[in-house]
């Protein structure tokens, strides 16, 4: 993320492409798509609802295999999920069985990385605050409201201190001001511990305020539209929203994308 | 406040027992219209006479007491059986699919069919009506519990495994909190059969429990008795079952919504 980061390869799809068996015969998702994340990178994704970006993402997590080429993490072919990689689902995936605290905490019981109680209660305590959920923590997540569900679900990812954070539409449920908070906060935990990050988002501005590069997909099946550089220096700050240079990169990226929105509505009433 | 929970609860008690009142008092007067022949209709009050005689005399707590424990033994050993067999099966799909036909062919069979030929193997004794109980415990828990394992969504695993977990936190962390719903829902289904079928073969085949209660109690055309079994299976299925029920809310109170 800064500007001294050495420019380490982490992750890379090379030459991907996806196919998902369907009754109307295979369906190709992803085409050939070749992408690479450098250590300390901040990369988002954004495209079209359906075109593919949660595939890539699984494919990045470990869940799934592409159909043709490779997807590497530090040169090795990824054989499953583990802890390296903290992921945040789109469907967040908080554990309704778990109070509040519990959910934060259930990472940290775990083998792959273990806290003495203490220093686990300290943990969940600083990240239940930060998501401002303290005073919920006794509670299940069914009398939750879904963005606070999503700020749970963040707060779990975040306190078992993966160093590649997968995160898939993470904040889509907050309201803005809570959203801007949470982007702050993000930046802060990265610009503290130097994470890589793959962000997948809806937001053109949530996008550029973040990266370090903007990665546009296309229409189903997913190609790599086009990668724009941000040349913001990191930290960055609310008011970087308010100058000239980023609204003229946000609406350029914005053009960007809402031509392969408009590509995928033309498909859907082609499909139909 | 303390007022306000009393009185709500005074209240709860009263809405539980009004229809049961109602009946009572439905019965009653039926009776008196005399549109069925009073020797074929007791009424309430005799009823009432014949559970305290028997009560005082013992013989009717025998009875329950050997019903209650056939019904808990075949129940328990049933469930017990069939909660691995359904994280089995549910967990690793290619053996569900397997059983899946032999399990639902067992489960259609209606485990009273069964009761002529446990006695020829069984005899009449316990043995045999724990047998025929385990059996019907068994296949309706078994497929309670897997088809509810089938309906877990895998988000949750998914999430556990970029967490860390290794199998066994999975499976003692995940999969074992996702399907404790599974089992109550599963105990009380097996309860509901366990009853009918144990009454079943008491009717048939025992010296004492309340389904032999009633059965002598027919060979004398004695209707009070008859009613009383009658009652009594009832009220003690009702309770068994609100007592699963509560149980159910005390310990997966965090579900979205309880199946009640
Ligand atoms: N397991 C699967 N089997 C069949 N089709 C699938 C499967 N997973 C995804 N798809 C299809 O692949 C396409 C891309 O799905 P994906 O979830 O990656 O989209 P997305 O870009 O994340 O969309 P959104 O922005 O709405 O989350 C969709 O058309 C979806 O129907
Ligand atoms: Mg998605």
């Known amino acids: ?272 | 406040m303390v007022r306000n929970s009393a009185s709500r609860y005074a209240a709860s008690i009263g809405l539980t027992i009004a229809p049961f009142a109602t009946l009572v008092i439905l019965w009653w007067l039926l009776r008196l219209t005399g549109l069925i022949n009073p020797g074929l209709l007791p009424s309430p009050l005799q009823v009432a006479r014949t559970f305290w005689s028997t009560l005082t005399g013992g013989e009717l707590l025998i009875n329950i007491a050997m019903s209650v424990v056939r019904v808990l033994g075949g129940l328990l050993l049933g469930t017990a059986a069939a909660v691995p067999v359904g994280f089995l099966i549910g967990w690793y799909r290619p053996v569900g699919r397997l059983l899946d036909p032999l399990i639902n062919f067992f489960r259609a069979l209606p485990p009273i069919a069964l009761i002529p030929l446990v006695i020829v193997y069984l005899g009449i004794g316990e043995i045999a009506k724990i047998a025929i109980l385990f059996y019907a415990s068994f296949f309706a828990a078994v497929i309670v519990m897997y088809e509810g394992m089938a309906a877990i969504s895998p988000i949750y695993v998914r999430v556990a495994r970029t967490l860390g977990a290794t199998d066994f936190e999975i499976f003692a962390r995940v999969m074992v909190p996702l399907t404790v719903p599974h089992m109550l829902v599963a105990l009380r289904v097996a309860l509901g059969v366990c009853w009918a079928t144990l009454v079943a073969a008491e009717l048939v085949a025992a010296q004492q429990g309340l389904g032999a209660m009633i059965q002598n109690a027919s060979a004398f055309f004695d209707l009070n008795t008859i009613y009383l079994g009658i009652i009594c299976i009832g009220a003690l299925a009702l309770l068994m079952d609100t007592i699963l029920r509560r149980l159910t809310t005390r310990i997966v109170g965090w579900q979205e919504k309880i199946e009640r």
């Open chain 1, 1 to 272: 993320m800064s500007a001294n980061a050495p420019a380490l390869e982490r992750l890379r799809f090379e030459n991907i492409s996806m196919q998902f068996p369907t009754d109307r015969g295979p369906l190709e998702v992803v085409h050939e798509v070749s992408l690479s994340i450098r250590a300390g990178e901040f990369v988002s994704l954004v495209g079209p609802s359906g075109c593919g970006k949660t595939t890539l993402m699984n494919m990045a997590a470990g869940f799934v295999k592409p159909t043709r080429g490779s997807v590497t993490l530090d040169g090795k072919a990824i054989a499953g999920p583990g802890p390296d990689r903290g992921v945040m689902f789109q469907e967040y995936g908080v554990f309704p069985w778990l109070t509040v605290e519990e959910n934060v905490a259930f990472g940290l019981r775990l083998k792959a990385n273990r806290k003495p109680a203490k220093e686990r209660a300290e943990i969940v305590e600083r990240y239940l605050k930060l998501m401002r959920l303290w005073d919920f923590r006794k509670a299940y997540p069914k009398t939750l409201s879904g963005g606070m569900r999503q700020r749970l679900a963040l707060a779990r990812a975040y306190a078992v201190n993966p160093d590649f954070l997968l995160m898939d539409e993470p904040f889509g449920a907050l309201d803005a001001q809570t959203r801007s908070a949470m982007h702050d906060l993000l930046l802060d935990i990265l610009g503290a511990e130097g994470k890589t990050v793959m962000l997948i988002t809806h937001s053109v501005e949530e996008a550029v305020y973040l990266s370090n590069r903007v990665v546009v997909i296309s229409a189903r099946p997913s190609r790599v539209r086009s990668v724009v550089e941000v040349p913001f220096p990191y930290p960055r700050h609310h008011a970087l929203q308010e100058t000239p240079e980023f609204n003229e990169l946000r609406a350029s990226v914005h053009e960007l994308v809402m031509r392969e929105y408009a590509a995928q509505e033309a498909q859907r009433t082609t499909e139909d």
